[in-house]
């Protein structure tokens, strides 16, 4: 079974700062993609990034990263220079790669950048 | 490349009717899955589709059903409308095995029961 964990139920940021929003999660599958979607007030659920469990590397895409620390079973989030754009829910998701691919996903993170 | 596309966007329900909603995913991705969000329940899987084929279910009721054409696009019927399945029904694709795994939602389908 694969559980994701979604401390921040909301968050308050000044635009321009950074940003990380935090996420667990717990898994038995030996190899799982980890991805992390945004969700504005129009209900499109958004893909931003993805990390696969074997990826060496912290995944990059223009101004988000993601912060993958394998041993801590975590996969924070990093938005950098944030934008009023930002403000939205996000949510933390993982899935296996072979097998079932469904998407669990956590209870996510209303995000709102403050002008 | 055209994004997964979902119609209609919006539906008004009555009690005890029936409903379809139909997902058309990206060119080339053979998988289609679908999900129903609630403010309650947040974000739950109910299927997935693979080649014409269900692969993986959800923990839902037997109203609950899906079928996947040759041409990939996906349609999800629920009987016997209940309140409680009132809801934002997203639909997603993916190539399904093939780096570098990313699933793509569409926009989504508001159900709303009355």
């Known amino acids: 079974a694969q559980k994701i964990t979604q401390t921040q139920p909301g968050m308050f940021v000044q635009e321009k700062e950074a940003v990380t929003l935090d996420c667990t999660y717990d898994t038995s599958d030996p190899s799982y993609g980890l991805f992390w979607y945004k969700q504005p007030s129009s209900g499109e659920m958004i893909f931003l990034i993805y990390?696969?469990?074997?990826?060496?590397q912290n995944a990059t895409e223009g101004r988000y990263s993601l912060n993958f620390q394998k041993a801590r079973k975590s996969a924070n989030l990093v938005i950098s220079a944030s934008q009023l754009g930002d403000s939205a829910m996000y949510f933390c998701a993982m899935s296996a790669i072979f097998g079932n691919e469904k998407l669990t996903f956590g209870t996510g993170t209303r995000l709102t950048i403050i002008p | 490349k055209a994004g997964v596309t979902q119609t209609p966007r919006y539906l008004i329900k009555t009690r005890g009717q029936q409903v379809t909603l139909s997902c058309s995913p990206i060119s080339g991705h053979r998988s289609v899955s679908w999900y129903q969000q609630t403010p309650g329940q947040g974000l739950q899987f109910l299927f997935e589709y693979f080649s014409e084929t269900q692969r993986n279910k959800g923990n839902f009721p037997g109203r609950f059903s899906g079928r996947q054409f040759s041409n990939s696009r996906s349609e999800m019927n629920v009987s016997t409308l209940e309140l409680g399945d009132s809801a934002l029904y997203l639909c997603?694709?993916?190539?399904?095995?093939?780096?570098?795994?990313?699933?793509?939602f569409g926009p989504g389908t508001r159900l709303t029961v009355t």
């Open positions: 990390q696969g469990s074997y990826d060496q």
């Open positions: 997603a694709s993916s190539p399904r095995g093939i780096a570098p795994y990313e699933q793509y």
